[in-house]
């Protein structure tokens, strides 16, 4: 009998959204209590998991052929052991292995925990696996949270506290792969808070589908804008950001959030979807356009300068010109500091689904080049105004590329800065002053009469 080398090597790569980058490091977590080690090729690689994302059908093509690539290593490597994790794994289940039968296994996005276990079933020669239970069982580790794999440095880290959601936009498939709303309890999201500060986080984001209804079904004591309090109040920590918000559960004590806890970050990601109301109420958002402009200007009020990031889906059955017209309108008022947008896609299963998908390829390709070319020229013209003022920024990276600034980080309203300064280091935080702007970040330089604040 072979006697299993103690330490293994395993080679993740993430699909999606923070929520799988996150999914990912915990999955990293409880396979180095398995004996694993992390590797940076798959080539070296024991075990491939490849974490990913349903929200779109582009997202899953690029899954797919990923896959079909990592398959040629099975000759070179023959026992190596191939897994699909994340929503896309979650979606499809059993149907993986019969578009890919050399696959090992197939975990869905409540197994994680299960993870171990299934690696150690692989490694005695029983496969191929397929969990997709939706039903957690218990994490041996509490405190899975780890700095975000790619940020480049350990300064600012996610913290997941909440998973699923109960809200079933029509066009989304979250609510059938990450299942129903569940918030974690308070006390164990400040361990992980804690023990991300003591490893040396800074900066820290709260995560989940929809942050503002936190505390459902763990009783009346606690709720999002408490938890938020709880988390601003600990102990070396510099700046807190949470996302991602939905704009109809945005309540009045979340917004007094902003004006008075100082170390919560001056930026808000609040989705809107859409400028129509027809459009939002076919896709089943809760709120009007009027509703959501309300919101943004209680937001400014309450902290004046707030920059608010947003989401837009265009091509949405049934979307007409004027549609998307009053959604460049809603763009061109609020003035976002920077919005993603996309062309809709079906996703099986949801109620859009079972509506035409009416608006033609080119026209959606149009709508979106449209409204990209606007939300870049806000941008840049935001940037532009910021010249000659001054920022707060997190040192997050010390820039190795020749001719760029020495230092990077972002700033409170979520803008990458490039600064030059001396007697810095990573994590502090650091006011300076903007000198130049670009489409996607500022310059400039460490003001002199601001020394970088240090943590203790
Ligand atoms: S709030 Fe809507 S868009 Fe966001 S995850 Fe839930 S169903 Fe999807």
């Known amino acids: 009998m072979s006697e299993t080398p103690t330490t293994r090597r395993v080679y993740l790569e993430t699909f999606g959204c923070q929520m799988n980058d996150y999914d990912t490091a915990r999955m990293m977590r409880l396979l180095e209590t398995a004996g694993y080690e992390k590797v940076e090729l798959p080539k070296d690689a024991d075990l491939i998991l490849v974490n990913t994302c349903s929200v779109r059908d582009k997202a899953e093509q690029k899954a797919l052929s990923r896959l079909g690539r990592l398959k040629s290593l099975r000759r070179t490597r023959p026992g190596i052991l191939l897994g699909v994790t994340g929503c896309f794994a979650q979606r499809e289940g059993e149907k993986f292995l019969r578009r890919m039968p050399y696959i090992d296994l197939i975990l869905g996005t409540g197994a994680i925990e299960r993870l171990p276990e299934h690696i150690r079933a692989l490694e005695c020669g029983r496969g191929p696996i397929v969990d997709i239970d939706l039903e957690p069982t218990p994490s041996p580790v ?9 940020k480049g440095s350990s300064v600012a880290a996610f913290l997941t506290i909440m998973r699923g959601c109960d809200n079933y936009c029509a066009y989304c498939v979250v609510p059938y792969v990450r299942g129903p709303e569940r918030s974690r309890p308070p006390d164990d999201i400040l361990r992980e808070a804690r023990g991300l500060i003591t490893q040396g ?3 820290l984001t709260l995560l989940g589908q929809n942050v503002n209804s936190y505390g459902r079904g763990l009783g009346d004591e606690i709720d999002f804008p ?3 309090t709880m988390v601003h109040d600990l102990d070396g920590l510099t700046r807190l950001r949470f996302t991602t918000s939905h704009p109809k559960d945005l309540s009045d004590r979340l917004i007094d959030a902003f004006a008075k806890l ?3 970050a001056p930026h808000l990601h609040l989705p809107v979807q859409a400028g129509s109301n027809q459009v939002l109420a076919r896709m089943n958002r809760g709120y009007t356009v009027e509703q959501y402009l309300a919101r943004v200007d209680a937001l400014r009020a309450a902290r004046p300068g707030i920059a608010v990031t947003t989401d837009i889906l265009v091509g949405f059955p049934g ?6 017209r009053q959604t460049c309108d809603l763009v061109e008022s609020v003035r976002y500091s920077n919005a993603f947008s996309f062309r809709y896609s079906v996703r099986p299963g949801t109620a859009a689904a079972k509506w035409p ?3 033609p390829d080119e026209q959606k390709i149009e709508r979106l080049i449209n409204l990209q070319a606007r939300q870049q020229r806000i941008t840049r013209e935001l940037h532009r105004e ?3 003022g001054r920022v707060e920024v997190l040192v997050e990276r010390e820039q190795t590329e020749p001719g760029l600034p020495r230092w990077s980080g972002k700033s409170g309203c979520y803008r990458e800065v490039h600064f030059a300064g001396d007697d810095i280091g990573l994590g502090d935080m650091v006011t300076v002053e903007v000198e130049r702007a670009f489409a996607n970040h500022l310059e400039g330089r460490a003001a002199p009469t601001a020394p970088p604040v240090q943590r203790q």
């Open 262 to 264: 100082p170390k919560l």
């Open 226 to 228: 408490r938890l938020l």
């Open 357 to 359: 998908d009416d608006v």
């Open 386 to 388: 910021m010249v000659g």
């Open 142 to 150: 509490t405190d899975f949270g780890r700095h975000l794999p790619g």
């Open 201 to 203: 986080a800074h900066e």
């Open 319 to 324: 979307e007409t010109d004027d549609d998307f």
